[in-house]
Protein backbone atom coordinates (compact mmCIF):
# COMPACT_ATOMS: atom_id res chain seq x y z
CA UNK A 1 0.00 0.00 0.00
CA UNK A 2 2.91 2.57 1.01
CA UNK A 3 4.34 2.08 -2.37
CA UNK A 4 1.31 1.98 -4.25
CA UNK A 5 0.62 5.54 -2.30
CA UNK A 6 3.99 6.94 -3.53
CA UNK A 7 3.26 6.55 -6.93
CA UNK A 8 0.24 8.66 -6.45
CA UNK A 9 2.02 11.40 -4.62
CA UNK A 10 4.68 11.23 -7.96
CA UNK A 11 1.54 11.31 -10.52
CA UNK A 12 0.32 14.40 -8.60
CA UNK A 13 3.48 15.99 -8.07
CA UNK A 14 3.91 15.87 -12.07
CA UNK A 15 0.25 17.88 -12.41
CA UNK A 16 -1.09 14.30 -13.37
CA UNK A 17 -3.94 13.50 -11.14
CA UNK A 18 -6.28 11.33 -13.51
CA UNK A 19 -7.67 9.35 -10.37
CA UNK A 20 -8.44 10.28 -7.12
CA UNK A 21 -6.70 8.28 -4.32
CA UNK A 22 -9.20 5.94 -3.84
CA UNK A 23 -9.71 5.03 -7.15
CA UNK A 24 -5.90 4.59 -7.63
CA UNK A 25 -5.34 2.08 -4.61
CA UNK A 26 -8.25 0.30 -5.61
CA UNK A 27 -6.72 -0.37 -8.94
CA UNK A 28 -3.19 -0.70 -8.74
CA UNK A 29 -3.87 -2.40 -5.59
CA UNK A 30 -6.46 -4.96 -6.97
CA UNK A 31 -4.17 -5.43 -9.85
CA UNK A 32 -1.57 -6.69 -7.91
CA UNK A 33 -3.66 -8.89 -5.89
CA UNK A 34 -4.53 -10.38 -9.09
CA UNK A 35 -1.07 -11.36 -9.98
CA UNK A 36 -0.08 -12.82 -6.72
CA UNK A 37 -3.04 -14.99 -5.31
CA UNK A 38 -0.75 -18.05 -4.46
CA UNK A 39 2.47 -16.17 -4.02
CA UNK A 40 3.02 -16.55 -7.86
CA UNK A 41 2.97 -15.96 -11.43
CA UNK A 42 0.36 -15.43 -13.34
CA UNK A 43 -0.16 -17.46 -16.47
CA UNK A 44 -1.62 -16.48 -19.58
CA UNK A 45 -5.10 -16.94 -19.22
CA UNK A 46 -5.05 -15.36 -15.56
CA UNK A 47 -3.29 -11.93 -17.16
CA UNK A 48 -6.19 -11.74 -19.93
CA UNK A 49 -8.18 -11.68 -16.97
CA UNK A 50 -6.59 -9.10 -15.19
CA UNK A 51 -6.43 -6.92 -18.21
CA UNK A 52 -9.75 -7.26 -18.74
CA UNK A 53 -10.93 -6.66 -15.37
CA UNK A 54 -8.71 -4.38 -13.86
CA UNK A 55 -9.43 -1.77 -16.82
CA UNK A 56 -12.21 -3.37 -19.22
CA UNK A 57 -13.27 -1.28 -22.19
CA UNK A 58 -17.03 -0.03 -22.04
CA UNK A 59 -19.14 -2.64 -24.23
CA UNK A 60 -20.39 0.68 -26.27
CA UNK A 61 -16.88 0.83 -27.49
CA UNK A 62 -17.02 1.65 -31.20
CA UNK A 63 -15.40 -1.04 -33.58
CA UNK A 64 -12.74 1.25 -35.03
CA UNK A 65 -12.55 -0.94 -37.91
CA UNK A 66 -15.98 -0.28 -38.75
CA UNK A 67 -15.03 3.66 -38.73
CA UNK A 68 -12.42 2.60 -41.40
CA UNK A 69 -15.00 0.97 -43.67
CA UNK A 70 -17.23 4.24 -43.06
CA UNK A 71 -13.70 6.23 -43.92
CA UNK A 72 -12.92 4.55 -47.48
CA UNK A 73 -16.48 4.64 -48.58
CA UNK A 74 -16.55 8.29 -47.83
CA UNK A 75 -13.26 9.49 -49.76
CA UNK A 76 -13.81 10.80 -53.02
CA UNK A 77 -10.95 9.67 -56.12
CA UNK A 78 -8.63 12.22 -55.04
CA UNK A 79 -8.63 11.33 -52.06
CA UNK A 80 -8.27 7.84 -52.42
CA UNK A 81 -5.01 8.46 -54.86
CA UNK A 82 -3.40 9.98 -52.24
CA UNK A 83 -3.77 8.57 -48.89
CA UNK A 84 -5.12 4.49 -50.04
CA UNK A 85 -2.66 2.05 -51.66
CA UNK A 86 -2.34 -1.40 -52.56
CA UNK A 87 -1.77 -3.92 -49.44
CA UNK A 88 2.09 -4.79 -50.44
CA UNK A 89 2.80 -1.37 -51.93
CA UNK A 90 6.50 -0.22 -52.27
CA UNK A 91 7.43 3.44 -51.95
CA UNK A 92 10.76 3.63 -53.76
CA UNK A 93 12.39 5.46 -50.98
CA UNK A 94 10.53 4.08 -47.41
CA UNK A 95 10.22 0.04 -48.44
CA UNK A 96 7.25 -1.71 -47.73
CA UNK A 97 5.70 0.81 -46.51
CA UNK A 98 2.39 -0.59 -44.82
CA UNK A 99 5.24 -2.13 -42.01
CA UNK A 100 7.55 1.00 -41.58
CA UNK A 101 7.56 2.72 -37.86
CA UNK A 102 9.90 5.69 -36.95
CA UNK A 103 9.96 8.02 -34.50
CA UNK A 104 9.15 11.24 -36.38
CA UNK A 105 7.39 10.44 -39.79
CA UNK A 106 4.22 11.15 -41.52
CA UNK A 107 2.85 8.28 -43.83
CA UNK A 108 1.50 10.80 -46.30
CA UNK A 109 1.32 14.42 -46.39
CA UNK A 110 -1.86 15.22 -45.84
CA UNK A 111 -2.53 16.20 -42.44
CA UNK A 112 -6.05 15.56 -40.31
CA UNK A 113 -6.20 18.98 -39.57
CA UNK A 114 -6.01 19.94 -43.58
CA UNK A 115 -8.49 20.96 -46.30
CA UNK A 116 -8.01 17.43 -47.92
CA UNK A 117 -10.28 15.99 -45.42
CA UNK A 118 -14.13 17.05 -44.61
CA UNK A 119 -15.47 17.96 -41.16
CA UNK A 120 -16.94 14.67 -41.11
CA UNK A 121 -14.03 12.46 -42.05
CA UNK A 122 -11.64 14.25 -39.71
CA UNK A 123 -14.44 13.67 -37.01
CA UNK A 124 -14.22 9.16 -38.24
CA UNK A 125 -10.38 9.85 -37.65
CA UNK A 126 -10.90 10.72 -34.35
CA UNK A 127 -13.15 7.96 -33.60
CA UNK A 128 -10.65 5.53 -34.68
CA UNK A 129 -7.77 7.08 -33.07
CA UNK A 130 -9.95 6.91 -29.89
CA UNK A 131 -10.85 3.41 -30.62
CA UNK A 132 -7.31 2.23 -30.52
CA UNK A 133 -6.46 3.91 -27.47
CA UNK A 134 -8.21 2.39 -24.09
CA UNK A 135 -10.67 5.48 -23.00
CA UNK A 136 -8.95 5.87 -19.58
CA UNK A 137 -5.75 7.05 -21.51
CA UNK A 138 -7.99 9.59 -24.38
CA UNK A 139 -6.56 12.50 -22.10
CA UNK A 140 -2.54 11.48 -21.59
CA UNK A 141 -2.49 10.42 -25.24
CA UNK A 142 -4.23 14.12 -25.93
CA UNK A 143 -1.34 15.45 -23.64
CA UNK A 144 1.46 14.47 -25.65
CA UNK A 145 -0.75 15.67 -29.01
CA UNK A 146 -0.29 18.79 -27.36
CA UNK A 147 2.85 18.74 -25.77
CA UNK A 148 4.46 17.38 -28.95
CA UNK A 149 2.67 18.44 -31.71
CA UNK A 150 0.14 21.73 -30.80
CA UNK A 151 -2.95 18.91 -30.56
CA UNK A 152 -4.63 16.27 -32.01
CA UNK A 153 -4.68 16.34 -36.15
CA UNK A 154 -2.34 19.21 -36.08
CA UNK A 155 0.81 16.96 -37.68
CA UNK A 156 -0.63 13.39 -38.35
CA UNK A 157 -1.57 11.73 -41.64
CA UNK A 158 -2.81 8.57 -42.07
CA UNK A 159 -2.58 5.76 -45.21
CA UNK A 160 -5.28 2.72 -45.85
CA UNK A 161 -3.31 -0.26 -47.50
CA UNK A 162 -5.97 -2.73 -48.81
CA UNK A 163 -9.89 -2.37 -49.04
CA UNK A 164 -11.84 -2.58 -46.10
CA UNK A 165 -14.88 -4.82 -45.95
CA UNK A 166 -13.24 -6.56 -49.02
CA UNK A 167 -10.02 -8.82 -47.67
CA UNK A 168 -7.35 -7.62 -46.07
CA UNK A 169 -7.08 -4.00 -44.68
CA UNK A 170 -4.96 -1.47 -42.51
CA UNK A 171 -5.20 1.75 -41.56
CA UNK A 172 -2.11 3.07 -40.17
CA UNK A 173 -2.00 6.75 -37.87
CA UNK A 174 1.96 8.84 -37.91
CA UNK A 175 3.28 11.45 -37.00
CA UNK A 176 5.76 12.81 -33.90
CA UNK A 177 6.12 10.45 -31.24
CA UNK A 178 3.25 8.02 -32.81
CA UNK A 179 2.97 5.32 -35.25
CA UNK A 180 -0.58 3.56 -34.27
CA UNK A 181 -2.45 0.61 -36.61
CA UNK A 182 -6.03 -0.56 -37.06
CA UNK A 183 -5.82 -4.06 -39.08
CA UNK A 184 -9.11 -5.88 -37.87
CA UNK A 185 -6.94 -8.82 -37.34
CA UNK A 186 -5.66 -8.96 -41.25
CA UNK A 187 -2.07 -8.94 -40.71
CA UNK A 188 -1.19 -12.17 -40.40
CA UNK A 189 1.25 -13.35 -37.19
CA UNK A 190 1.54 -9.86 -36.11
CA UNK A 191 -0.02 -7.94 -32.48
CA UNK A 192 -1.32 -4.35 -32.96
CA UNK A 193 -1.06 -5.00 -36.56
CA UNK A 194 2.15 -4.55 -36.83
CA UNK A 195 4.98 -2.45 -35.06
CA UNK A 196 4.40 0.99 -33.15
CA UNK A 197 5.87 3.56 -31.73
CA UNK A 198 4.93 6.18 -28.87
CA UNK A 199 6.23 8.93 -27.10
CA UNK A 200 6.64 12.36 -25.52
CA UNK A 201 8.86 14.92 -25.13
CA UNK A 202 8.06 17.55 -22.49
CA UNK A 203 10.67 18.93 -22.97
CA UNK A 204 12.98 18.14 -25.40
CA UNK A 205 15.75 17.12 -22.48
CA UNK A 206 14.14 15.98 -19.48
CA UNK A 207 15.16 16.28 -15.96
CA UNK A 208 15.69 12.79 -14.13
CA UNK A 209 12.12 12.70 -12.95
CA UNK A 210 10.29 13.04 -15.97
CA UNK A 211 7.67 15.51 -14.79
CA UNK A 212 4.72 15.86 -17.03
CA UNK A 213 5.29 12.39 -19.17
CA UNK A 214 2.43 10.52 -19.57
CA UNK A 215 4.54 7.22 -20.04
CA UNK A 216 7.36 7.84 -17.48
CA UNK A 217 5.54 5.77 -15.08
CA UNK A 218 5.98 2.61 -17.26
CA UNK A 219 9.38 3.32 -16.44
CA UNK A 220 8.95 3.45 -12.70
CA UNK A 221 7.47 0.30 -12.60
CA UNK A 222 10.02 -1.37 -14.48
CA UNK A 223 12.34 -0.13 -12.09
CA UNK A 224 10.50 -1.25 -9.08
CA UNK A 225 11.59 -4.69 -10.39
CA UNK A 226 15.17 -3.53 -10.77
CA UNK A 227 14.64 -2.30 -7.16
CA UNK A 228 13.52 -5.96 -6.00
CA UNK A 229 16.98 -7.88 -7.37
CA UNK A 230 20.12 -8.16 -5.53
CA UNK A 231 23.48 -7.88 -6.00
CA UNK A 232 24.17 -11.17 -8.68
CA UNK A 233 21.30 -10.31 -10.07
CA UNK A 234 21.56 -6.54 -11.18
CA UNK A 235 25.20 -7.51 -12.40
CA UNK A 236 23.18 -9.77 -14.95
CA UNK A 237 20.56 -6.71 -15.58
CA UNK A 238 22.73 -3.94 -16.10
CA UNK A 239 23.97 -3.09 -19.69
CA UNK A 240 26.97 -0.48 -20.44
CA UNK A 241 26.01 0.73 -23.56
CA UNK A 242 22.04 0.82 -25.42
CA UNK A 243 21.98 -0.34 -28.88
CA UNK A 244 20.71 2.20 -31.41
CA UNK A 245 17.18 2.72 -30.80
CA UNK A 246 15.77 1.32 -34.05
CA UNK A 247 16.94 -1.76 -33.62
CA UNK A 248 13.83 -3.62 -32.63
CA UNK A 249 13.77 -6.18 -35.18
CA UNK A 250 13.47 -10.20 -33.79
CA UNK A 251 16.22 -12.38 -32.74
CA UNK A 252 14.65 -15.73 -32.74
CA UNK A 253 15.25 -18.32 -30.26
CA UNK A 254 18.47 -18.55 -30.77
CA UNK A 255 18.95 -14.63 -30.16
CA UNK A 256 22.12 -13.20 -28.63
CA UNK A 257 19.92 -11.72 -26.03
CA UNK A 258 21.30 -8.77 -22.94
CA UNK A 259 20.40 -8.74 -19.43
CA UNK A 260 18.86 -11.25 -17.06
CA UNK A 261 16.99 -13.97 -17.81
CA UNK A 262 13.48 -13.84 -16.56
CA UNK A 263 13.94 -17.08 -15.61
CA UNK A 264 16.47 -16.06 -12.68
CA UNK A 265 14.13 -13.66 -11.37
CA UNK A 266 12.41 -15.23 -8.23
CA UNK A 267 8.01 -15.56 -7.95
CA UNK A 268 7.54 -12.54 -6.15
CA UNK A 269 9.86 -10.86 -8.67
CA UNK A 270 8.52 -12.33 -11.73
CA UNK A 271 4.85 -11.38 -10.28
CA UNK A 272 5.99 -7.40 -10.51
CA UNK A 273 6.99 -8.37 -14.04
CA UNK A 274 3.38 -9.34 -14.65
CA UNK A 275 1.94 -5.78 -13.41
CA UNK A 276 4.68 -3.93 -16.04
CA UNK A 277 3.37 -6.19 -18.80
CA UNK A 278 -0.21 -5.35 -17.29
CA UNK A 279 0.95 -1.48 -17.55
CA UNK A 280 2.59 -1.70 -21.16
CA UNK A 281 -0.51 -2.93 -22.49
CA UNK A 282 -3.04 -0.98 -20.41
CA UNK A 283 -3.17 2.02 -23.33
CA UNK A 284 -4.53 -0.13 -26.05
CA UNK A 285 -7.92 -1.42 -26.96
CA UNK A 286 -8.58 -4.95 -25.38
CA UNK A 287 -8.30 -6.99 -28.69
CA UNK A 288 -4.98 -5.35 -29.13
CA UNK A 289 -4.01 -6.67 -25.21
CA UNK A 290 -4.92 -10.42 -26.24
CA UNK A 291 -3.14 -10.42 -29.44
CA UNK A 292 0.00 -9.24 -27.77
CA UNK A 293 -0.84 -11.74 -25.16
CA UNK A 294 -1.49 -14.62 -27.33
CA UNK A 295 1.86 -13.92 -29.18
CA UNK A 296 4.30 -14.05 -26.38
CA UNK A 297 2.64 -17.11 -25.26
CA UNK A 298 3.66 -18.83 -28.64
CA UNK A 299 7.20 -18.10 -28.35
CA UNK A 300 7.23 -19.48 -24.69
CA UNK A 301 5.85 -16.41 -22.45
CA UNK A 302 7.50 -13.84 -20.23
CA UNK A 303 10.36 -17.18 -19.33
CA UNK A 304 11.82 -17.08 -22.69
CA UNK A 305 12.50 -12.87 -22.70
CA UNK A 306 15.66 -10.86 -20.82
CA UNK A 307 15.00 -7.80 -18.93
CA UNK A 308 17.65 -5.18 -19.47
CA UNK A 309 18.80 -1.68 -18.01
CA UNK A 310 21.10 -0.04 -19.64
CA UNK A 311 23.54 2.45 -17.23
CA UNK A 312 24.22 4.76 -20.37
CA UNK A 313 22.04 7.35 -20.42
CA UNK A 314 21.12 7.64 -16.64
CA UNK A 315 19.76 10.98 -16.34
CA UNK A 316 21.12 12.32 -13.07
CA UNK A 317 23.25 9.49 -12.81
CA UNK A 318 20.18 8.49 -10.00
CA UNK A 319 20.58 4.84 -11.22
CA UNK A 320 16.59 4.80 -12.09
CA UNK A 321 17.13 3.82 -15.20
CA UNK A 322 15.99 5.71 -17.69
CA UNK A 323 16.47 3.26 -20.64
CA UNK A 324 15.34 -0.39 -20.43
CA UNK A 325 14.54 -2.78 -22.59
CA UNK A 326 12.16 -6.33 -22.21
CA UNK A 327 12.90 -8.85 -25.17
CA UNK A 328 12.23 -12.30 -26.13
CA UNK A 329 12.27 -14.63 -29.71
CA UNK A 330 10.06 -11.94 -31.07
CA UNK A 331 8.80 -9.98 -29.04
CA UNK A 332 10.63 -6.17 -28.12
CA UNK A 333 9.79 -3.35 -25.94
CA UNK A 334 12.42 -0.53 -25.38
CA UNK A 335 11.94 2.17 -23.32
CA UNK A 336 14.16 4.79 -24.53
CA UNK A 337 13.94 7.54 -21.74
CA UNK A 338 16.54 9.29 -22.87
CA UNK A 339 16.80 12.68 -23.46
CA UNK A 340 12.95 12.24 -23.68
CA UNK A 341 10.75 9.29 -23.80
CA UNK A 342 11.12 7.02 -26.77
CA UNK A 343 9.10 3.67 -27.07
CA UNK A 344 9.21 0.66 -29.73
CA UNK A 345 7.48 -2.03 -30.00
CA UNK A 346 7.14 -5.06 -32.12
CA UNK A 347 5.66 -8.04 -31.17
CA UNK A 348 4.56 -11.28 -33.45
CA UNK A 349 3.90 -15.01 -32.55
CA UNK A 350 6.81 -15.75 -35.28
CA UNK A 351 10.68 -14.59 -35.08
CA UNK A 352 10.67 -14.71 -39.02
CA UNK A 353 8.27 -11.48 -39.25
CA UNK A 354 10.89 -8.53 -40.95
CA UNK A 355 11.12 -5.36 -39.62
CA UNK A 356 10.64 -2.04 -41.52
CA UNK A 357 12.42 0.79 -39.78
Same mark, same amino acid.
Given at each position: ???? %???? +???????????????????????????TIGGGW????????????????????? =????????????? %??????????? *? $??? +????????? &??????? @?????????????????????????????? *?????????? +????? *????????????????????????????????? =??????????? @??????? $????? $??????????????? =??????? +???????? @?????? &???? /?????????????? /??????????????????????? &???????? /???????????????????????????? *?????LEGPSF????????????????ADDPSV?? $??
Open positions: MASS %SKRY +DAMVAQGRPELDRRQFLARTTGAATALLGDAALHQALAETTALPSADA =NPESVVKKLFDSF %SEQQRSAVCFD *W $NYV +DPQRGLLRT &RVANNWN @ITPQLINSDFYTDDQRDMLRAIFEGIIHPD *WHERFDQQLT +DDTGG *WGHEQSIAIFGQPGDGKFEFVLTGRHMTLRCDG =NSSEHVAFGGP @IFYGHAV $NDSES $NDHPGNVFWPQAVAA =NGVFDML +DGKQRKLA @IVERRP &REQA /VAFQGTSGNFVGIP /VTELSGDQQAHLQTVLQKLLEPY &RQSDRDEA /VAALKAQGGLEKCHLAFYSDGDIGSDKV *WDNWRVWYFRGEPHVHVWVNVKL $NA
